[in-house]
C-alpha cells in the first residue's frame, strides 16, 4: 500500500461542488482513475478529487504500470475509489492488474484519508 504523508479528514466534502472549492484553494487536485497514459478518458466518470501528495503517489505507480505493459506483464488495469461515508473524496484507490495469458498480479492501493 501507499500511503500519502499527511491525513486528512474529508467527511464534510460530500459534493462535487464542495470538492471544486478545495481545488481551488489548492488543497485537491483532480486526477484520472484510470490514467491517460493508459488509455483513460479525460471524462466526469473517470475524474476524482485527491490531495495533490496522493497525485504524486500515482504518479509513481503509473510510471510502474506503464514499464510493466512494456514489459509484457499486464494486460487489464481496472481502478476503483474507495469512500467514506457520503464523502466526494475517496478514501482509497484501489489498483488491480492482470494479463490474460500470464499469471501474477500488481494490486497498489492508495491510502488516501
Known amino acids: 500500500m501507499a500511503f500519502a504523508e499527511n491525513p486528512h479528514n474529508f467527511t464534510d466534502i ?3 461542488e464542495k470538492a471544486i472549492r478545495l ?15 493508459l488509455g483513460g478518458p479525460e471524462a466526469p ?9 496522493t497525485r504524486d503517489i500515482q504518479t ?3 510510471g510502474t504500470l506503464i514499464r510493466f505493459v512494456e514489459e509484457g506483464l499486464i494486460d487489464n488495469l481496472n481502478a ?3 469512500y467514506k ?3 466526494f473524496v ?8 492482470s494479463h ?9 492501493t492508495i491510502e488516501i484519508w
Do not use: C, W
Request: no cysteine; proline share 15%; aromatic share 6%.
Open 14 to 16: 460530500d459534493s462535487k
Open 23 to 37: 481545488v481551488e484553494e489548492g488543497r485537491l487536485v483532480p486526477i484520472l482513475l484510470f490514467p491517460a497514459e
Open 45 to 53: 466518470q473517470n475524474t476524482v478529487y485527491v490531495p495533490p501528495e
Open 60 to 62: 509513481q505507480i503509473i
Open 80 to 82: 476503483e475509489p474507495e
Open 85 to 87: 461515508g457520503n464523502s
Open 90 to 97: 475517496p478514501s482509497k484507490i484501489h489498483m488491480r492488474t
Open 100 to 108: 490474460s495469458g500470464k499469471p501474477g498480479q500488481f494490486n497498489p
